[in-house]
Each structure stands twice: as C-alpha cells, then as structure tokens.
C-alpha cells in the first residue's frame, strides 16, 4: 500500500513539473503579429470622383524634368520606388475603405511604428499602377500648406520640384485650380489624376 501511495505521488509530481516546464517554456516566446491598428487611413481620393480635367488648358507646356535641379541623379525616387510601392501592396485598404470594393485615385496612410506616412497615387496612364513615397509628418504638412497656398493663386499653368525625404522629388503641376501629382521613375513621368482643392483636403484629412 505504501509503494503504490508512493508511486501516485511521484506520478503527481511529474506531472507538475511538466505543466511548469510547459508554461515556463511557452513564456519565453514572444509572438509580434502585423495589426491593422499600426496602419490607419487619413484620407482619400475616391477613384470614381478623380477623373476632373474639365476646365484644364489644352496648350499645356512640355513637362522638362528636374530642370531645377539639374542632375537627375539625385532624385532617389527611382532607387526608393520598389519599397514603398511593395509596403503598399501589403496593406489591405479595401478593407478600409466606407463603401466595399471601394476605389481609389489617391491615399495618405499613417504608419504608426514608422512614425511616417505614405502617400500613393494611381498613374492615370496605367489605371492598375499605383505610386508611394514617404513623407515625414513635417514634410506632409509643408506640402499640404504649399499646395493649398499654390491653388488658391489665379494660376494658368505652373509646375513647382518640391524635394522631400530621401531625396525624392514630387513635381506639382498647376492647372486652372487644379493639381496633379508626378515622379520621375528614371525613364518616364508618372502622373497622376488632376484633383480640385477640396480633393486634396479631403487626401491631407483636413
């Protein structure tokens, strides 16, 4: 009797020591998922509202590129494009979006962990081709106070090589109170939709 009152008592212990390895074990493992909540949207331009070139000048100017700088080698967009362009792709922004299957001309991210935002527009050229770039939350204000400062001249055409992180050069072409978005990918230009003010505010959150 004693032997066998023995035997469950060790048994009892060997078990209890398991559970403890197993929980001590466990507790040595740190799992980091990717969270929505890292990412969050601070606006957008609706693909189904962006098409606005009414009103737009016909006679636009050749669009020389990167005239002010005068050395296309240090635009870093071309060398910079694949990775915040492939960030992209692995953000699931219909799930985003108010409307399902929603599309969109144009977006403006926050990245929490990165403490930056990406701003991604469609080329208007190729409807399935959409463009990132980083912007700092200093340069994503300088931006949007300069595009809202440029819109609201009496301005026919103008094109304004706005250089922000990275070295990355964002051209801004000015028509008729309209704005598009245009990088340089080191063979041909990008180009965005045309967007009226209250478009771009709606992009900044503002």
Same mark, same amino acid.
């Given at each position: 009797?004693?032997?066998?009152?023995? +035997?469950? +008592?060790?048994?009892?212990?060997?078990?209890?020591?398991?559970?403890?390895?197993?929980?001590?074990? #466990?507790?040595?493992?740190?799992?980091?998922?990717?969270?929505?909540?890292?990412?969050?949207?601070?606006?957008?331009?609706?693909?189904?509202?962006?098409?606005?070139?009414?009103?737009?000048?016909?006679?636009?100017?050749?669009?020389?590129?990167?005239?002010?700088?005068?050395?296309?080698?240090?635009?870093?967009?071309?060398?910079?494009?694949?990775?915040?362009?492939?960030?992209?792709?692995?953000?699931?922004?219909?799930? +985003?979006?108010?409307?399902?299957?929603?599309? #969109?001309?144009?977006?403006?991210?926050?990245?929490?962990?990165?403490?930056?935002?990406?701003?991604? #527009?469609?080329?208007?050229?190729?409807?399935?081709?959409?463009?990132?770039?980083?912007?700092?939350?200093?340069?994503?204000?300088?931006?949007?106070?300069?595009? @809202?400062?440029?819109?609201?001249?009496?301005?026919?055409?103008?094109?304004?090589?706005?250089?922000?992180?990275?070295?990355? @050069?964002?051209?801004?072409?000015?028509?008729?109170?309209?704005?598009?978005?245009?990088?340089?990918?080191?063979?041909?230009?990008?180009?965005?939709?045309?967007?009226?003010?209250?478009?771009?505010?709606?992009?900044?959150?503002?």
């Amino acid at each position: 009797m004693g032997l066998i009152f023995y +035997m469950i +008592m060790i048994k009892h212990k060997l078990i209890f020591i398991f559970l403890l390895n197993s929980i001590f074990c #466990f507790s040595q493992i740190k799992v980091i998922e990717q969270k929505s909540s890292n990412v969050s949207l601070v606006g957008k331009i609706s693909h189904t509202l962006a098409d606005q070139t009414s009103g737009l000048s016909r006679k636009l100017p050749i669009v020389d590129p990167l005239t002010s700088l005068g050395n296309l080698d240090l635009n870093q967009y071309k060398e910079l494009r694949k990775e915040a362009n492939n960030v992209f792709k692995t953000i699931g922004i219909r799930n +985003m979006a108010f409307l399902k299957d929603e599309e #969109f001309s144009a977006t403006l991210l926050f990245f929490e962990d990165k403490d930056k935002y990406l701003l991604t #527009f469609r080329n208007s050229k190729y409807n399935y081709q959409n463009e990132s770039i980083w912007l700092s939350k200093q340069s994503k204000e300088e931006l949007y106070q300069l595009i @809202v400062s440029e819109l609201e001249k009496s301005t026919k055409y103008k094109n304004i090589e706005v250089i922000l992180d990275d070295n990355v @050069v964002l051209l801004i072409s000015i028509n008729r109170k309209k704005i598009s978005f245009n990088l340089w990918d080191g063979y041909n230009w990008i180009q965005s939709y045309w967007y009226r003010l209250f478009k771009i505010e709606n992009l900044f959150g503002n």
